[in-house]
């Protein structure tokens, strides 16, 4: 035989398995395209119209800028037609997220980042649009009226928000386009328009994911554009060269679909008979539990298959020390935790931050994985966790005893009675209740019971009748406290600004932003300058009150100010923030954006004098 023969036929079946792992799970005559390198030479039939269409709601979100009573920089404008496209700027009318940039990762209040979080999820924050007819989506549109380039995964989902019932057939996600974050150095609107995959199912729900950490400054959104066809499309069979890049492992796992059943596997297929453990044998046991330290959790499934020896070091509750769920949070189900239960008796910090939601976790599926699992927990997750109900939270309070961080953000869903539980955790060190309906009652019996506190979130809390009290209750019962958020407290006056600053007095970190019942007038903002020297970060955003004294006042006596924002302010010279910028030597970041006295002169001076602060300044359209 000719020895080009076997060359030809090993060459052949490379070439036919790049093109099944191209293919997938596509059926005959279907090609998934990649978002990288393959462009399919797709053709519609003419009887089969695109339709195009713009968001009809948004419901659901991780955060917004915006108040939860008003429209202005709220989620809820990317529903309908643009509101400003193609205009660029910094309008009301458009959808922002509470932050960007890296400067609330270097906060005292920030959070120390989860272990074994796989690379390709960088997201921050979400928002989920409907729309009204179900179509076989070719393109989404995101139109970007300000600093573009945040949104880095767009994901569509089976399930109907609209159907009637619901259908037996459990939902599922499908990525349709994901990036990791990249820097885009013009401000200006754009029409974001990129290469999505094809599907095999109709949707009327979008999911876009966002990173921020590379903006100098809040993204502004103003409506999504899904395009799609009624009836399913069908592909041609041409395709492009195949880029061997797109054979990498990671690639293909994450375009393999977001389906459940695909974690689920993993978690639960039973080990193969392997002949021995080579030199994994000679290894001492600590060794081997330090490597795969390294891996993260899908990793750790793949690797429990291949031998005895290494799925007992898989299986090692050592290794869920700390679990990191939210990465999975498309394919998380009860069946997802049963399968993990066994291997979690040791768990200290668990995120779940995201999942469940849709029906896929249910409270029973919760309760059992807590009840064998929650023992040792010190740290819990559960932002925008939207199957959590009263049930959860106590049996949180009952199996968790050792609890010291829990973060319930936007879990805007718990009825206000269920917080009540949060008061027999009397360990917590930091609770994080923004955008929750908790009420004035349950939240006194927190602070009463919750000395410990050092880290208290409370900003969009708009159940909250008087935060005089609660700042009263604060001072007099969280003497520990270091980092507090009153984000868009509607009523907090003076009166609990003094009694906030006498009763903790090492605060590091205050956000005040767009709290409008405080004046400078009353002295409330110099009392704090004075009453709290360890000061690193301070937001006094859109307080037009601010003033030369309060500024100066920081600068005599918060000189390890770190982060300042006094966006709005009509009463701030040059003159004052340069003695600021001298006095505090450690300032990062000073948003001067909206104020009047501060021009673009000033700024160009202070950028020339001061080049590692960061100072931000836009202007009133």
């Known amino acids: 035989m000719s020895p080009v023969f076997p060359m030809l036929t090993v060459l052949t079946m490379f070439y036919y398995l790049c093109l099944r792992r191209?293919?997938?799970?596509?059926?005959?005559?279907?090609?998934?395209?990649?978002?990288?390198t393959i462009e399919s030479n797709s053709r519609t039939s003419p009887l089969n119209a695109e339709v195009v269409q713009y968001a009809k709601e948004v419901v659901d979100f991780s955060s917004h800028y915006g108040s939860e009573n008003s429209m202005s920089y709220t989620m809820w404008n990317l529903a309908g037609v643009p509101n400003v496209f193609p205009s660029?700027?910094?309008f009301t009318q458009t959808a922002v997220f509470r932050t960007y940039g890296t400067w609330w990762d270097q906060c005292p209040s920030a959070s120390l980042p989860f272990k074994r979080t796989p690379p390709n999820f960088q997201s921050q924050d979400y928002v989920e649009l409907?729309?009204?007819q179900q179509v076989y989506p070719t393109a989404v549109h995101v139109l970007e009226t300000y600093h573009p380039g945040a949104v880095i995964r767009i994901l569509a989902c089976s399930a109907n928000p609209y159907a009637p019932s619901p259908l037996a057939e459990v939902s599922r996600w499908e990525i349709l386009w994901s990036e990791r974050p990249t820097k885009v150095n013009a401000s200006q609107a754009r029409q974001f328009k990129p290469c999505i995959k094809h599907i095999n199912f109709p949707t009327n729900l979008i999911?876009?994911?966002?990173?921020?950490?590379?903006?100098?400054?809040?993204?502004?959104?103003?409506?999504?554009v899904l395009h799609g066809t009624k009836d399913k499309p069908v592909l041609s069979l041409k395709t492009s060269v195949i880029d061997m890049n797109d054979l990498e492992e990671d690639d293909y796992e994450e375009k393999d679909g977001c389906g459940m059943d695909n974690l689920n596997k993993k978690l639960s297929t039973a080990l193969r008979a392997g002949p021995n453990n080579g030199y994994f044998d000679k290894l001492p046991y600590e060794l081997i539990q330090l490597i795969l330290n390294h891996l993260t959790l899908p990793d750790l499934c793949r690797l429990a298959q291949t031998c005895k020896l290494l799925n007992q070091h898989c299986y090692d509750p050592l290794q869920y020390i700390h679990l990191n769920l939210q990465p999975y949070w498309a394919k998380l189900n009860d069946s997802s935790l049963e399968f993990l239960q066994t291997r979690c008796t040791l768990v200290q910090w668990l995120n779940l931050s995201w999942t469940g939601n849709r029906g896929f976790i249910s409270v029973a599926g919760f309760s059992r994985f807590l009840k064998g699992c929650g023992s040792e927990l010190v740290r819990l997750e559960l932002s925008c966790s939207h199957f959590l109900n009263e049930t959860c939270l106590e049996i949180i309070s009952e199996?968790?005893?050792?609890?010291?961080?829990?973060?319930?953000?936007?879990?805007?869903?718990?009825?206000?009675?269920?917080f009540n539980?949060?008061?027999?955790?009397?360990?917590?060190?930091?609770?994080?209740?923004y955008r929750t309906k908790v009420e004035q009652t349950a939240l006194l019996s927190i602070l009463n019971f919750c000395s410990e506190l050092q880290h208290l979130s409370l900003g969009s809390c708009v159940m909250i009748?008087?935060?005089?009290?609660?700042?009263?209750m604060i001072g007099a019962k969280c003497k520990k406290l270091r980092t507090l958020d009153l984000w868009r407290c509607k009523n907090i006056t003076e009166n609990g600004i003094a009694e906030l600053a006498s009763g903790c007095q090492l605060l590091e970190e205050l956000d005040l932003g767009w709290c409008p019942t405080l004046q400078s007038s009353t002295g409330c903002f110099t009392k704090l300058a004075r009453q709290l020297p360890n000061l690193q970060k301070l937001f006094l955003t859109a307080n037009r009150s601010v003033c030369d004294t309060d500024i100066e006042e920081l600068a005599c006596n918060c000189t390890r100010l770190r982060q300042l924002d006094i966006l709005g302010t009509r009463m701030v010279s040059p003159a004052s923030l340069r003695k600021l910028l001298e006095s505090c030597k450690d300032l990062s970041l000073l948003d001067v954006s909206f104020c009047s006295q501060i021009d673009n002169r000033a700024v160009l001076e202070f950028n020339t004098s001061f080049p590692k602060v960061f100072i931000k300044k836009s202007f009133t359209q």
């Open 399 to 418: 199996t968790c005893p050792n609890l010291q961080e829990l973060n319930l953000s936007s879990c805007d869903k718990l009825p206000p009675q269920a």
């Open 88 to 90: 660029s700027g910094d």
């Open 465 to 472: 009748e008087d935060y005089d009290v609660i700042a009263s």
């Open 130 to 132: 409907t729309f009204e």
């Open 22 to 36: 191209r293919a997938r799970t596509a059926t005959r005559g279907e090609v998934m395209n990649s978002h990288r």
């Open 207 to 224: 999911r876009l994911e966002v990173n921020s950490s590379l903006l100098d400054y809040y993204t502004e959104l103003d409506a999504v």
């Open 421 to 433: 539980h949060i008061a027999k955790l009397c360990g917590l060190k930091r609770l994080v209740l």
